[in-house]
Protein backbone atom coordinates (compact mmCIF):
# COMPACT_ATOMS: atom_id res chain seq x y z
CA UNK A 1 0.00 0.00 0.00
CA UNK A 2 1.52 3.59 -0.89
CA UNK A 3 0.66 6.30 0.81
CA UNK A 4 0.61 9.84 -0.88
CA UNK A 5 0.74 13.85 0.53
CA UNK A 6 -1.81 15.08 -1.48
CA UNK A 7 -1.62 19.01 -2.65
CA UNK A 8 -4.49 19.48 -4.37
CA UNK A 9 -7.56 19.18 -2.53
CA UNK A 10 -9.61 19.37 -5.90
CA UNK A 11 -8.76 15.79 -6.52
CA UNK A 12 -10.04 14.74 -2.99
CA UNK A 13 -13.58 16.28 -3.38
CA UNK A 14 -15.51 14.07 -5.67
CA UNK A 15 -14.03 10.62 -3.63
CA UNK A 16 -15.36 12.89 -0.42
CA UNK A 17 -18.63 13.99 -1.50
CA UNK A 18 -19.68 10.88 -2.69
CA UNK A 19 -18.87 9.33 1.06
CA UNK A 20 -20.69 12.18 2.58
CA UNK A 21 -24.02 11.49 0.47
CA UNK A 22 -23.52 7.72 1.08
CA UNK A 23 -22.68 7.80 4.79
CA UNK A 24 -23.75 10.73 6.34
CA UNK A 25 -20.63 11.00 8.79
CA UNK A 26 -21.66 14.75 9.99
CA UNK A 27 -24.69 16.66 10.56
CA UNK A 28 -25.77 18.60 7.52
CA UNK A 29 -25.59 14.93 5.16
CA UNK A 30 -29.37 14.05 5.35
CA UNK A 31 -30.45 17.50 4.80
CA UNK A 32 -33.98 17.45 2.20
CA UNK A 33 -32.46 19.73 -0.39
CA UNK A 34 -29.67 19.06 -2.25
CA UNK A 35 -27.85 22.34 -2.71
CA UNK A 36 -28.18 22.68 1.43
CA UNK A 37 -26.97 19.22 1.93
CA UNK A 38 -24.21 19.97 -0.95
CA UNK A 39 -23.06 23.41 0.84
CA UNK A 40 -22.88 21.87 4.49
CA UNK A 41 -20.64 19.25 2.57
CA UNK A 42 -18.57 21.48 0.93
CA UNK A 43 -18.08 23.77 4.19
CA UNK A 44 -16.74 20.88 5.86
CA UNK A 45 -14.51 19.82 3.05
CA UNK A 46 -12.87 23.30 3.50
CA UNK A 47 -12.45 23.83 6.90
CA UNK A 48 -10.58 20.33 6.71
CA UNK A 49 -8.70 21.47 3.64
CA UNK A 50 -7.74 25.15 5.31
CA UNK A 51 -6.81 23.33 8.85
CA UNK A 52 -5.10 19.78 7.61
CA UNK A 53 -2.92 18.12 5.14
CA UNK A 54 -4.23 15.55 3.35
CA UNK A 55 -2.91 11.88 2.54
CA UNK A 56 -3.97 9.41 0.20
CA UNK A 57 -3.28 5.46 0.30
CA UNK A 58 -3.40 3.49 -2.42
CA UNK A 59 -3.45 -0.06 -3.67
CA UNK A 60 -2.62 -1.21 -7.30
CA UNK A 61 -2.78 2.33 -8.24
CA UNK A 62 -6.66 2.53 -7.73
CA UNK A 63 -7.48 5.42 -4.37
CA UNK A 64 -7.89 2.97 -1.38
CA UNK A 65 -8.72 5.76 1.09
CA UNK A 66 -8.24 9.24 2.21
CA UNK A 67 -6.88 11.13 5.58
CA UNK A 68 -7.21 14.52 7.01
CA UNK A 69 -4.47 15.21 9.57
CA UNK A 70 -3.57 18.14 11.90
CA UNK A 71 0.46 18.81 13.80
CA UNK A 72 -0.12 19.75 17.44
CA UNK A 73 3.39 20.12 19.63
CA UNK A 74 3.98 16.16 20.56
CA UNK A 75 1.54 13.84 18.23
CA UNK A 76 -0.52 13.94 15.01
CA UNK A 77 -4.50 14.13 15.12
CA UNK A 78 -6.41 12.33 12.82
CA UNK A 79 -9.42 14.80 12.28
CA UNK A 80 -11.43 12.56 9.48
CA UNK A 81 -10.55 9.86 7.39
CA UNK A 82 -12.50 7.59 4.84
CA UNK A 83 -12.47 4.46 2.84
CA UNK A 84 -13.18 5.09 -1.24
CA UNK A 85 -16.15 2.70 -1.43
CA UNK A 86 -14.82 1.00 -5.10
CA UNK A 87 -12.06 -0.31 -2.75
CA UNK A 88 -14.59 -2.66 -0.85
CA UNK A 89 -13.25 -5.18 -3.36
CA UNK A 90 -10.25 -5.26 -1.11
CA UNK A 91 -9.22 -8.19 1.15
CA UNK A 92 -10.13 -7.46 4.86
CA UNK A 93 -5.93 -7.97 5.83
CA UNK A 94 -5.62 -4.68 3.79
CA UNK A 95 -8.17 -2.71 5.78
CA UNK A 96 -6.79 -3.71 9.25
CA UNK A 97 -3.15 -2.57 7.14
CA UNK A 98 -4.38 0.67 5.75
CA UNK A 99 -3.73 2.59 9.65
CA UNK A 100 -0.71 0.92 9.86
CA UNK A 101 0.75 2.29 6.53
CA UNK A 102 -1.16 5.91 6.77
CA UNK A 103 -0.04 6.46 10.35
CA UNK A 104 3.77 4.69 9.74
CA UNK A 105 4.08 7.41 6.93
CA UNK A 106 2.58 10.31 9.07
CA UNK A 107 4.31 9.89 12.16
CA UNK A 108 7.88 9.19 10.23
CA UNK A 109 7.57 12.35 8.53
CA UNK A 110 6.61 14.79 11.09
CA UNK A 111 8.79 13.05 13.63
CA UNK A 112 6.11 11.89 16.32
CA UNK A 113 5.40 9.04 18.51
CA UNK A 114 1.84 8.83 18.15
CA UNK A 115 -1.36 9.95 16.44
CA UNK A 116 -5.09 10.19 18.03
CA UNK A 117 -8.20 9.97 16.78
CA UNK A 118 -11.94 10.11 18.26
CA UNK A 119 -14.68 7.45 17.59
CA UNK A 120 -16.97 9.85 15.85
CA UNK A 121 -19.75 7.64 14.54
CA UNK A 122 -22.81 7.13 16.20
CA UNK A 123 -23.61 3.22 14.53
CA UNK A 124 -22.06 -0.02 16.16
CA UNK A 125 -19.44 2.24 18.46
CA UNK A 126 -18.63 -0.85 20.51
CA UNK A 127 -17.78 -3.42 17.75
CA UNK A 128 -15.88 -1.17 16.03
CA UNK A 129 -14.03 -1.34 19.66
CA UNK A 130 -13.76 -4.60 19.47
CA UNK A 131 -12.64 -4.62 16.21
CA UNK A 132 -9.82 -1.87 17.23
CA UNK A 133 -8.89 -4.62 20.45
CA UNK A 134 -8.24 -7.19 17.92
CA UNK A 135 -6.68 -6.34 14.85
CA UNK A 136 -4.72 -2.83 15.83
CA UNK A 137 -2.55 -3.42 18.34
CA UNK A 138 -0.85 -0.19 18.56
CA UNK A 139 -3.81 1.71 19.61
CA UNK A 140 -5.25 2.50 23.31
CA UNK A 141 -9.41 3.46 23.25
CA UNK A 142 -9.66 5.71 26.21
CA UNK A 143 -13.23 5.70 28.43
CA UNK A 144 -13.04 9.36 27.76
CA UNK A 145 -16.93 10.80 26.21
CA UNK A 146 -15.33 11.25 22.93
CA UNK A 147 -14.04 7.43 23.26
CA UNK A 148 -10.24 8.69 22.11
CA UNK A 149 -8.04 6.26 20.26
CA UNK A 150 -4.18 6.89 20.13
CA UNK A 151 -2.06 4.64 17.67
CA UNK A 152 1.65 4.39 18.74
CA UNK A 153 4.33 4.20 16.64
CA UNK A 154 6.11 1.29 18.05
CA UNK A 155 4.95 -2.24 16.95
CA UNK A 156 2.91 -2.58 19.83
CA UNK A 157 1.75 -0.02 22.25
CA UNK A 158 4.21 0.88 24.84
CA UNK A 159 3.60 3.34 27.27
CA UNK A 160 4.72 4.78 30.83
CA UNK A 161 2.48 7.24 33.06
CA UNK A 162 3.93 9.73 34.70
CA UNK A 163 2.32 11.29 38.02
CA UNK A 164 1.74 15.17 37.57
CA UNK A 165 -0.98 15.79 40.56
CA UNK A 166 -1.95 13.87 43.48
CA UNK A 167 -4.16 14.49 46.54
CA UNK A 168 -2.72 13.79 50.43
CA UNK A 169 -3.54 9.81 49.48
CA UNK A 170 -1.48 9.75 46.36
CA UNK A 171 1.34 12.48 46.98
CA UNK A 172 4.22 9.87 47.71
CA UNK A 173 4.41 8.98 43.94
CA UNK A 174 4.05 12.96 42.82
CA UNK A 175 6.86 12.53 39.79
CA UNK A 176 6.76 8.89 39.80
CA UNK A 177 6.30 6.81 36.51
CA UNK A 178 4.49 3.58 36.25
CA UNK A 179 4.22 1.10 33.62
CA UNK A 180 1.06 -0.56 32.19
CA UNK A 181 0.04 -3.67 32.96
CA UNK A 182 -3.87 -5.40 32.30
CA UNK A 183 -6.64 -3.37 30.98
CA UNK A 184 -10.61 -4.56 31.84
CA UNK A 185 -13.12 -2.44 30.07
CA UNK A 186 -16.79 -2.33 31.49
CA UNK A 187 -19.86 -0.77 29.99
CA UNK A 188 -18.89 2.33 32.56
CA UNK A 189 -15.49 1.93 33.87
CA UNK A 190 -11.48 1.04 32.31
CA UNK A 191 -9.62 -0.48 35.33
CA UNK A 192 -5.76 -0.37 34.22
CA UNK A 193 -3.28 -2.03 36.01
CA UNK A 194 0.12 0.22 37.13
CA UNK A 195 3.18 -0.43 38.12
CA UNK A 196 5.44 1.61 40.40
CA UNK A 197 8.69 0.08 41.05
CA UNK A 198 7.03 -3.39 40.74
CA UNK A 199 4.72 -2.49 43.19
CA UNK A 200 1.01 -3.13 42.22
CA UNK A 201 -1.77 -0.38 42.02
CA UNK A 202 -5.23 -0.08 40.28
CA UNK A 203 -6.31 2.82 38.06
CA UNK A 204 -9.80 4.04 37.72
CA UNK A 205 -9.94 6.09 34.86
CA UNK A 206 -12.40 8.92 35.24
CA UNK A 207 -11.19 11.59 32.62
CA UNK A 208 -9.21 12.42 29.93
CA UNK A 209 -7.75 15.54 28.79
CA UNK A 210 -6.01 15.76 25.26
CA UNK A 211 -3.71 19.12 25.49
CA UNK A 212 -1.82 20.27 22.36
CA UNK A 213 1.43 19.04 24.44
CA UNK A 214 0.83 16.35 26.41
CA UNK A 215 -2.43 13.69 27.15
CA UNK A 216 -3.24 13.73 30.47
CA UNK A 217 -5.69 10.62 32.17
CA UNK A 218 -7.22 11.64 35.93
CA UNK A 219 -9.11 9.03 37.88
CA UNK A 220 -8.76 7.22 41.31
CA UNK A 221 -5.49 4.79 42.32
CA UNK A 222 -6.23 2.08 44.54
CA UNK A 223 -2.90 0.04 46.28
CA UNK A 224 -3.41 -3.44 48.08
CA UNK A 225 -3.74 -1.35 51.40
CA UNK A 226 -7.11 -0.30 50.39
CA UNK A 227 -6.13 3.42 50.21
CA UNK A 228 -7.73 5.50 47.84
CA UNK A 229 -6.86 9.03 46.20
CA UNK A 230 -7.37 10.61 43.32
CA UNK A 231 -4.59 11.21 40.66
CA UNK A 232 -3.38 12.77 37.29
CA UNK A 233 -1.29 10.73 34.97
CA UNK A 234 0.93 12.01 32.04
CA UNK A 235 0.43 9.59 29.07
CA UNK A 236 3.32 9.33 27.65
CA UNK A 237 3.33 6.43 24.35
CA UNK A 238 7.43 5.09 24.13
CA UNK A 239 9.54 5.29 20.80
Known sequence: MKIKHIKDPSTVWSFFCDHSIKSKPYSGCDFASPRLRKEKIKDYFENLVSTCEIYRAEECGEPFGFAFISEEENFMNLVFAFGVSAASKFFHTQWREFPYSLFDSVLKQHNKNYIIAEIR??????????????????????????????????????????????????E????????????????????????????????????????????????????????????????????
Not at 157 to 170: D, H, L, P, Q
Not at 175 to 193: D, F, M, N, Q, W
Open 172 to 239: HLMGEEASLGYTRKGPRHVIRELLFNKERYILDEKSIDFLPDRVLIHGLLSDDKENVGRIALEFKPQK
Open 121 to 170: RKHKVESFKKWLEKYQKRAIVFKDPKNTIVWCKSERMSVIFKVVAANKTT
